[in-house]
Structure formats: C-alpha cells, structure tokens
C-alpha cells in the first residue's frame, strides 16, 4: 500500500456543518451590520474564527477593536455550538462511514486534521468521538490552514511519515496545507474544482482504490 494512514477534514468531508456556520456567521454580520453572503462564506472554507472575522469585517467602513473583534467571535462560537446540538450520528453518511470502516479494517490509520475548535465537539455529536487514531484541531495547532502544521501534527500522533499519508479536502486552503506538508491530497465535494489536488474524488468511496 502506497499510504499508511489517512487524514480527514472534519466540515465538508466528514460531515457538513456548513448551514450551522452560515446562520451564526450571518447574525454576526447582521449585527455589525456589514454585506454576508454565500460568496463571501465560500472564502471562510477551511480557515480560523478570526480569519473569517476579518474576511466577513472587509467591507466594514470602520476598525474594530480587539475587545470588539473578540466579543463578536466569542458570540459567533456560542450561536455554532447551541446549533451544533442539533446533529447526531444520523448526519454522517453510510458511504463514509463504511469507506472509514473498510480502511480500518485493512490496516490503515485514520485521522481527523482540522483547524475548528469544536472538532470533538462535532465528532461526539457524530458518535465519533472515539473512532479515530488521532485527532489534531484548532487546540492543538498555533497556524490554521494553510500554514500544514494541522496536518504535520496528526502524521506525528500517528507515527506516520508525511509522504505516506493521504489528506482529503474540501477547502482550498486545506489542500495547500497539505501540499506544504509534503502530502498527497484527494479533493472531495468543493475542492474538486481548484485542480490542484493528487486525485479528485467524485464519490467518497473512490477513495478505497487510491489506498488499497
């Protein structure tokens, strides 16, 4: 086998939290009162709460302060929380959690390489809280995506080597952190459409003939 383990994206990959994040975000635009719309929550795919701030506050005529950036993230993050609570194990596909299976089973490492925060909060959601090898997550990284330190961390939890771990992606900044982590990517859902990924993947289950 050309890898021994697989790092997973959490949101967009494993499960998608998109609209959760999309309704938090617009009552924080709402309240500042600058323009949000899919175009621009498009750009928030795969990088920090802060980083989406100052994306969503480009428009905004006026600066922020820090104490003020950091009232409306601290606000932002308990919105996405409360509506997380509305997922449960039935969000997670029966596609990807028999590819999961079926990689495990032939002795492959699995992963979660995310920049979120509440990535174990999501996964328990997914009554996946104890079913990866390793999970590495906004917690534990000081970069977000694409800086590759998420994705470095995990191979190291693992013991793997970077070339030998596969990173699959929806986020384009994802999948440049994984080509500045020496990593093969496969792009799933969004990310297909960047072109810069080792492999696109048009069903998550095409992800077993590029491993085993």
Known sequence: ??????IFDLDGV?????????????????????????????????VSRRDCLDIILESHPLQLSETEKQCY???????????LEQMSPADLSEEVKS?????KSQGILLAI??????????????????????VSDGTNITHSKPDPEVFLKAS??????????LVVEDALSGIQAARAA?????????????NLADYNLQHFSDLLTIVL
């Open 1 to 6: 086998m050309r890898y021994k383990a697989v």
């Open 14 to 46: 494993i499960c998608n939290t998109d609209r959760f994040h999309y309704c938090s975000w617009q009552q924080i635009a709402d309240k500042i009162g600058v323009c949000f719309d899919e175009k621009i929550n498009d750009r928030l795919r795969g």
């Open 73 to 83: 993230l601290n606000e932002k993050n308990e919105l996405y929380i409360d509506l």
């Open 99 to 103: 590819t999961m299976d079926r990689l």
């Open 113 to 134: 390489g995310s920049s979120s925060k509440n990535a174990r909060s999501i996964l328990k959601q997914l009554g996946l809280e104890n079913y990866f090898d390793a």
């Open 156 to 165: 190291e939890y693992l013991g793997v080597e970077p070339a030998l771990c």
């Open 182 to 194: 020496n990593m093969d990517c496969a792009a799933y859902g969004n990310g297909t459409k960047y």
